[in-house]
């Protein structure tokens, strides 16, 4: 079950606007190349140099994301909230500049040192079980930093790593070997984040960087994120049109340009605060607008999209107020997108994704694993179990089940082992919450050991990042 935001009406007249929106306003598209492919592929240039979109264009990446995303079946049934037992499983990093140091108080920009810790926090952490980059470096050359991020941290942990979303297009073919010399598969490595620039732009780097993937068939994962009353309409309605229209025009090039790429949607909207001038990720009306979005791609223009920036929160350092906000996104997205499956996001991520914070990502965690629990089957004994032991101690036992040897065999497995918020006379202050994760983070230092991926691997993750140094560093 999903609760639709807009009568059936309304997102057709909805959808009917982003059509006209691409065919009278349409995208600047920066790059000479990229516009050249969009008007030998069918699109139309307006009178100022936009790139205007046909009808037949719109119907066709329809069917398109129709036939990669089929549809549920009439009579398929619907997910079950209650899942079996499983253990907790995260993975850690989703590329920011800066990290908040606790012990300081403050937010500092990204460092080797400060990046090393945070690997080795990961690789020491159990339930983290993937790792990819978590922090921009300043200390390293731009034209680098990636490519030496992944030797890094292959040097560092044997934790499988993740995907590698290149913020240089340079930088794509070394990221692309690293990846093979990793077991994946370059499509599968070099991340698929093309963000467009609202509204309604698709910027030279970007485009840049969707072309050097071209050659691996990488997926397009067009990305909108508008700003409501920034750089989109303040209202929900006018927001989601503009979006929408983004994200429908950017697969639509992405079509253009390789038509073997999987493709997918993705929405992240923020919020200016007029009254503060603070742009924000995680209020009710960017929950509804992404969640908008979603309906109305799912309703008109083939679905495939999906709701990025879940765990984006606007707090700038760790704490209840960033643990509110994400949980506020989680509750709203079950409700409007997920079909009442309440899933928080946990990576630790503060002032709208531009900062990480260990101590608030053992807070995520926790949080995402009291959800977890929550929705876990029951263990079921064998039938007339219950009643035996319930009968024995209601006649023998005078009513008391905590001495019972059953309550003492199955007590762990019944009961979910907080931790940052355990059930204890004196509740915790946030302070005291927050130093009690400095410390765990603290320890997991303490217990790193070195490890690394095999050494043949990081040998040649060396040679390329040694190759890469040669030809993209001048002096």
Known sequence: MKTALFSESEFEQMAAEVRKLLSEVGY????????????????????????????????????????????????????????????????????????????????????????????????????????????SRLDTPEALEQIEAVWLMASTTDKPLGAVDATLP?????????????????????????????????????AETMLQRRRYHSRSLITSMPSIGGSGPVDLYGGIILATAEIVGGLILSMIMDPE???????????????????????????????????????????????????????????????????LKAVGYAALADRHVVSLAANGNLENGSMVSPEQFLLDMEMAEGLQWAHTAPNVPPAGDAVARIREAV???????????????????????????????????????????????????????????PRKTVVELEAILSRARRNLVKG
């Not at 995680?282 to 920036?309: C, E, N, W, Y």
């Not at 979910?416 to 997991?444: N, V």
């Open 261 to 327: 790429a999987p493709l997918t949607g993705y929405i992240a909207c923020i919020q200016v605060d007029m009254r503060t001038g603070n742009a924000t990720s995680s209020t009710p009306q960017t929950v509804r607008l992404d969640a908008g979005v979603f309906q109305l791609m799912a309703r008109f223009f083939g679905g495939g999209t999906s709701i990025g920036g879940r765990s984006y929160v606007s707090a700038r350092r760790p704490g209840l107020q960033a643990s509110y906000e994400r949980f």
């Open 28 to 135: 600047a598209v920066d790059h000479p190349e990229m516009k050249a492919m969009a008007l030998r592929g069918g699109c139309r240039e307006s009178a100022v140099g936009r790139v205007l979109f046909e009808e037949r264009q719109i119907d066709a990446l329809r069917a398109e994301l129709q036939r990669q995303y089929p549809p549920p079946r009439p009579d398929a049934p619907e997910p079950s909230l209650v899942h079996p037992r499983y253990e907790a499983a995260f993975g850690f990093g989703n590329l920011t500049p800066k990290v908040f140091n606790y012990a300081r108080n403050r937010p500092e920009g990204g460092t080797t040192e400060a990046f090393l810790d945070l690997i080795k926090f990961a690789h020491a952490e159990p339930r983290v079980r993937s790792i990819t980059l978590p922090l």
């Open 395 to 453: 006649l023998n036992g005078g009513g008391n089940f905590l001495s019972t040897e059953h309550t003492l065999e199955h007590y762990r497995d019944e009961m979910w082992p907080a931790a940052c918020f355990p059930c204890i006379p004196e509740t915790r202050s946030e302070k005291e919450i927050l130093d009690w994760c400095h410390e765990q983070y603290s320890r997991r230092l303490a217990e790193y050991r070195p490890a690394s991926w």
């Open 170 to 206: 340079e930088s794509v073919p070394y990221l692309a070997e690293m990846g093979q010399a990793l077991g994946c598969a370059p499509a599968a490595f070099v991340g698929c984040c093309n963000c467009i620039n609202p509204p309604l732009r698709l910027e030279m780097r970007t």
